[in-house]
T-cell receptor, first 112, second 117 residues
């Protein structure tokens, strides 16, 4: 079956520290992968998407970066976190079935 | 650019009332998909429905129903006989084809539904 794993579930990091959030999918190959962020105002904003290994597209300029070292692995990173990076981060992949998109369980990041 | 508008920021109802969540979208694509997701307090996004732009039939699933009207670019969601467990944030979303390949979902800002006893 197709599943998506995202970790950690919660994270508290000091300003200026690095960040690495990992997302992996199982049961599919060459998926389209996405990182979304949900800030305190509830809206979901697309940060990055990837249509293949090493292919990363950024939707908005920001303090974060993404990488796709393997077909089913998508990583969100930062060298130095800002307070404004706090939020709820969701990884997603797009399949071809009825549901279309599957979301991970999310990482709640608090930068202090 | 595509856009999804959920004008209702927050709705409060009493249990067993019917409630409709509005969604209006803008797109230049001729083929697209519309979605509704539920986000309970745990934060996870729960898929509710996907609708193809060529399929304007209304759909009913238990207490949930969806009214898709292409003429008004709306895809409204109705919960009949609401229950406390329906309390959550509901998102409407629209698929968009990306120039770099693949596609993405554009989300509305969500509607917080509170169902009280």
């Amino acid at each position: 079956s197709q599943t998506i794993h995202q970790w950690p579930a919660t994270l508290v990091q000091p300003v200026g520290s690095p960040l690495s959030l990992e997302c992996t999918v199982e049961g599919t190959s060459n998926p389209n992968l996405y990182w979304y962020r949900q800030a305190a105002g509830r809206g979901l904003q697309l940060l990055f998407y990837s249509v293949g290994i090493g292919q990363i597209s950024s939707e908005v300029p920001q303090n974060l970066s993404a990488s796709r070292p393997q077909d089913r692995q998508f990583i969100l990173s930062s060298k130095k976190l800002l307070l404004s990076d706090s939020g709820f981060y969701l990884c997603a992949w797009r399949g071809t079935g009825l549901y279309g998109y599957t979301f991970g369980s999310g990482t709640r990041l608090t930068v202090v | 650019a595509q856009k999804v508008t959920q004008a209702q920021t927050e709705i409060s109802v009493v249990e067993k009332e019917d409630v409709t969540l509005d969604c209006v979208y803008e797109t230049r694509d001729t083929t697209y998909y519309l979605f509704w997701y539920k986000q309970p307090p745990s934060g996870e996004l729960v898929f509710l429905i996907r609708r193809n732009s060529f399929d304007e039939q209304n759909e009913i699933s238990g207490r949930y129903s969806w009214n898709f009207q292409k003429s008004t670019s709306s895809f409204n969601f109705t919960i009949t006989a609401s229950q406390v467990v329906d309390s959550a944030v509901y998102f409407c979303a629209l698929s968009e084809i990306l120039t770099g390949g693949g596609n993405k979902l554009t989300f509305g800002t969500g509607t917080q539904l509170k169902v009280e006893l």
